[in-house]
């Protein structure tokens, strides 16, 4: 006879009369099993249960509740991207986790309905406490960050719905994108030049090193000013602090105790912000940095955030600005000068957009030809997007939602629209969706569609469009393309993103020449870095060593 009891020297035990047998203990094991596995079989139907009879069809862990944030932990982004790929016959799915739900969108035309309902699936009520972790914001800033999220017309505005309209109206087609895109670009071609000047041996580089340092202190330059402390103030490492940061995102997104368990993100972004509140306090904003800086620090400051918040909040800026332009340029570049053929199409294409100044010593970039006379360039730079991109476009569900008619999405829930999964899917790109093809956005043809959230044409001055795959004579759905998110959150910086992005692959196109480190030759293209947080483009999953030479050793003029 075997019976449980609770000793409190030795925890759980099994008690018996002295005369247990094999057999005792087999049938405990047993009903250990089964106690085991009734409570397992509980837990696991508990969390297959839908909470409405519409919700989208649930796909359980095999960890009760936690599995799928313990993927999420140790996979990255991979985690349910993969999910989704195995379950392509589900446009939405449901993963339960602890008190709450996460559906995942996976179907364009379902992305373009989640865009839609932006009264009640919205982006915004989520900032507050993801900004709070990652800029480390003081409670009073919080409290103002949280004032008038998603304010009707009309109604009485907090900071974050000023800042979104200021930030997409700037940076929308028109003369202040213009001079933006020309400051920037001259910026690069400035550094682009003086890299130039200084090399006469070939240089071995870690070529997204290279290209980051090159985005890193242009961007800083041509938004805060020639005296921005990252080149002002060297000894400070504030470059090498911003990747630190970038770096750690995910461990400050966790939030637990960050200064010791994101060690060098936390102090990366503490420099970063202490040099830029230094920096703010100390210039004439209406002189040293650029226009929209000064309306950015305007409306924070309107709001009632000190100084030293604001400034804090520029590392957001800073790092919206810099992150996917610098890993984007770094695939764009070693895309082309992986494939000597696309090289060569690509400085054909090239020469219609530079001319020999007068004298001979200068190469005259013309920024808009390069826009519109290189089909192929931009091309590859939206095929390095949709390959390089796995990102969540997020959403809460603020209130009981039906979407598109048909999925029940409770209120408190979150929905994440997958662009990993529709970037891979061949439903969507064809059956060659796995492989880089340089040429895949000049086979498609576009049209004049107004929908703004495909962006296909990312930054070519129309926003959407439905371009046609003449190989597979069917349309690419406008939201499948998700580089640049969509609907509210949409990138406002995509269009000068491309603008710079082109102008700087550009300059090293038909400034350089680039070959393998290890002797010459072809550079090899690896994979990408996709078990992390998909915060933006991802980065390589080994370093691509390269030797720079200079090719053509002319200034670079961009006009
Ligand atoms: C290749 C370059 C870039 C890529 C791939 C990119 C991508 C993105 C993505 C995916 C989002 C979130 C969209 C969503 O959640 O639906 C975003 C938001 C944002 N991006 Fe970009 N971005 C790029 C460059 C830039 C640049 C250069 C700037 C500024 C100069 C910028 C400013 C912003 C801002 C301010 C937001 C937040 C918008 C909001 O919700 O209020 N981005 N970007």
Redesign the pocket.
Known sequence: MLQLSWNWDWGLSWAGDGSGTAADWGTAALTAIAVVGGVYLLLYRMQTARKHPDEPPIIASAVPYVGHLLGMAMQGGRYVKGIGLRNRDKPIFTLPVPGSRIYIVTDPSLAAAVQRASKTLS?TPLVPDIITRILGLDADTVAIVRRHLDPEPGAPRGVLADM?DM?YAY?GPGDALNDLSLAAARELARQVNAFTAASSLPETVDLLVWVRHFVTLGTAAFLYGEQNPLAARPELGLEDAFWDFDHGLGRLLMGVLPSLTARAPYRGREALAAALADYLADVDLDTAVSPIIQKRVAIMRAHGMSPAAAARCEVS?LF??IV??AT?TFWVVLQIFARSELLACVRAELAGAVVDSEDGKRLQLDLDAVKTRCPTLLSVFREC?RVG?D?Y??RLVKTDTVLAGRHFLRAGSVVQVAGGVMHADPAIWGPDADDFDPERFVKLQGSSSSSSSASTTAGSGTDGGKPQQQQQHHQVHPAAFR?????K??????H??TN??LAFVAMIVLGFDLDAADGGGEIAVPGKEDGVLPVH?LEPKTAVNVRILVRDGREIVVV
Do not use: K, Q, Y
């Open positions: 982006f979104h930030v940076l800026f919206a600005g996917n332009t984007t997007l991109s990102n476009s997020t580089a640049f998110g969509g609907g959150t949409l990138c406002p910086g995509r000068f993103a710079e992005i483009i």
